[in-house]
């Protein structure tokens, strides 16, 4: 199989992947530097991957993004961008920063975007846990606006993610109950419920100076009892064939550990004993690798077309 044909086959929500991954690192830098790189390494030939898909096949992706989930999910991919430019901030601090912006503006442009073309109108089926990342996904630059001392730009972006959470927990939680028939393709975007409260409460930890005890409290909360209500659907989940969705299995798992380790942090630097959230941690952690990891090993089998069991390659039907 040539190159162009490895290109053509990217989906669009690979950029969930490069994401996980570009986090993923960032949550292992305590533990070796090293890892965070080949972490890093790995998000940035994603986003290399989907830039030429972008570029070779415009009009195939054009098509996707007509598509409610195609579209949301895209979303990470600004996401993604914000996290990995951090990694090149020390060698090149102003393409890092351009990049950013950059990342900052399109994230907004897709928000404008979806809003126009799907929720003018919203039809209740149609609406799925990918939702989340258009309009909660913005509180990335809240979790990386410190380091470019863009603290104003990351608060803004936190509270506009915290009252898109609170609004899309009831339109997202009310379709779950109303309409539980999920299509299979899909069905691995449930884990993306875990994600949003995470991303909200990193992002406020990370850019918003007057910091409340009770808020970071309620979020640590809600956070940690959507984690364990995805934790409870996982295996089902994991044992389905494979879909692009597949991606909802990255970030989504290495957020919540990030948020749990920077609220561990800020309790004990409040003087507040923080020392049982540690199992906690260890536990979301080594899930989130082992996730991360065999997300790309199915993602590599999908498309070097290495066949072990029935790949279904279209995440919108």
């Known amino acids: 199989m040539g190159m162009r044909d490895l290109i053509k086959r990217v989906p669009v929500p690979m950029s969930g992947v490069m994401l996980g991954c570009a986090a993923l690192g960032n949550l292992l830098q305590s533990y070796s530097e090293s890892i965070r790189y080949v972490f890093g390494a790995i998000s940035f030939l994603l986003f290399i991957l989907l830039l030429l898909k972008a570029g070779l096949y415009p009009i195939a992706v054009k098509e996707d993004l007509k598509n409610p989930i195609m579209m949301s999910v895209s979303a990470t991919f600004p996401m993604g961008t914000m996290l990995l430019s951090v990694y090149i901030k020390p060698i090149f601090y102003t393409v890092a920063f351009t990049i950013w912006i950059l990342a900052i503006a399109l994230h907004l442009l897709l928000i404008l975007m979806f809003t126009y073309r799907f929720m003018r109108n919203v039809n209740m089926k149609n609406v799925y846990a990918s939702y989340f990342i258009v309009y909660v996904g913005i509180a990335a630059a809240g979790i990386t606006a410190p380091a470019y001392q863009m603290q104003f730009i990351g608060t803004a972006a936190f509270w506009f993610g915290f009252i898109s959470l609170i609004a899309l927990l009831l339109l997202v939680g009310y379709r779950h109950i109303r309409y539980s028939e999920i299509p299979e393709p899909a069905q691995a975007l449930f884990c993306i419920f875990t994600a949003p409260g995470s991303l909200c409460l990193a992002a406020y930890l990370q850019s918003v100076d007057e910091k409340n005890l009770v808020l970071v409290s309620v979020l640590a909360v809600v956070s940690f009892a959507l984690y364990v209500l995805v934790l409870a659907g996982l295996i089902p989940l ?72 029935p790949v279904k390659a279209n995440a919108a039907n």
């Open 238 to 309: 994991l044992q389905l064939p494979f879909y692009p969705s597949y991606s909802a299995f990255t970030f989504p798992f290495v957020i919540s550990a990030i948020a749990s380790k920077q609220t561990a942090g800020f309790l004990m630097k409040n003087g507040i004993q923080a020392s049982y959230l540690q199992p906690i941690i260890w536990i979301q952690t080594i899930l989130a690798v082992l996730l991360v990891c065999y997300t790309l090993l199915r993602y590599g089998m999908f498309l070097l077309q290495i066949r072990v069991s």
